[in-house]
C-alpha cells in the first residue's frame, strides 16, 4: 500500500498539502492509521475530522479505530503520547551522555530536539498546537510529560550555573526562552513558510538554525 505525500501550491492565496508515505503490505494497521490521522488532523484539525475520514484515508474498517483506539479521543491521545514519549526519548539519551560541560550537553539537547522535530514535523506542528488548548488530555500530558522536559532543562541549567559555565539565570524565563526557540518553526509553520520562505521540515532548515541557536545560545548563557 502506497501514500503519495508531496506540498503542491495551487495558487498564492490555496496551498494544498499532499503527503508522501511509503507503507509496507506488512506494516502494522495501528501505525497506519496513526500516520494518516497525523495527516488529517494536521491538515483539517481535529474537530474538522471525522472517524469515517480516518478509517477512508488508512483504507482500513471504521471499526478498527474502535478497536485499537476506543475512537477519535483516545486516538489523539495515542498520537500526542506516542510523539512525545520519543521526545522525551532523545532528550533523557543525550542527558545521559558524558560531555565536557553544561554547554555542549545543552547545545546536544538543542540539536536533538530540532532533528526529531524535523522527522516528525507533521506529527510536532499537530501535537504543539493542541498543546494550546486547555483540555482535561492537556493538563494530563503536561503534568506527565511537560515537567519532566522541564526537569531535563532544569538539571542542565543548575550544572552550568553550579560548575561555573553558566551566570546565575532566572531558570522559569530562561527555560521557557530556550524551548520557545525550538519549537516555534514547527508550533508556527505556517508563519514561518509563508512569510520567511523557509521551511522547517527540510533538513537544512535544522542545520541552519542551530547555527544561529547555537550563537544565541553562547551570548545569553556564556560569560564574556
Do not use: C
Not at 15 to 44: C, G, H, W
Not at 165 to 174: D, E, I, K, R
Amino acid at each position: 500500500m502506497i501514500f503519495l505525500v508531496e506540498e503542491i501550491y495551487t495558487t498564492v492565496e490555496q496551498r494544498s498539502v499532499y503527503l508522501m508515505l511509503e507503507v509496507k503490505e506488512n506494516r502494522p494497521t495501528k501505525e497506519i492509521i496513526m500516520d494518516q490521522a497525523t495527516i488529517l488532523f494536521t491538515n483539517k484539525g481535529y474537530t474538522g475530522t471525522s472517524v469515517r475520514d480516518i478509517a477512508m484515508k488508512s483504507g482500513v474498517n471504521i471499526s478498527l479505530i474502535s478497536y485499537y483506539f476506543g475512537g477519535k479521543k483516545g486516538l489523539l491521545e495515542a498520537l500526542m503520547v506516542d510523539f512525545l514519549e520519543g521526545y522525551l526519548k532523545e532528550l533523557e539519551s543525550v542527558q545521559q551522555k558524558n560531555h565536557a560541560d553544561a554547554f555542549e550537553k545543552l547545545m546536544d539537547i538543542v540539536s536533538a530536539s530540532l532533528t526529531f522535530m524535523q522527522q516528525h514535523h507533521l506529527r510536532a506542528r499537530f501535537v504543539l498546537r493542541e498543546m494550546t488548548l486547555d483540555s482535561t488530555l492537556v493538563r494530563e500530558i503536561t503534568s506527565t510529560y511537560l515537567m519532566k522536559e522541564k526537569h531535563i532543562y532544569e538539571t542542565i541549567l543548575k550544572q552550568g550555573i553550579d560548575e561555573g559555565t553558566f551566570p546565575p539565570l532566572p531558570m522559569n524565563w530562561t527555560i521557557m526562552q530556550i524551548r520557545g526557540i525550538i519549537t516555534m518553526p514547527f508550533l508556527h509553520h505556517q508563519y514561518v513558510r509563508e512569510v520567511f520562505q523557509l521551511h522547517p521540515h527540510h533538513s537544512h532548515f535544522v542545520v541552519a538554525y542551530q547555527k544561529e541557536l547555537y550563537m544565541w545560545l553562547m551570548k545569553t548563557l556564556l560569560p564574556s
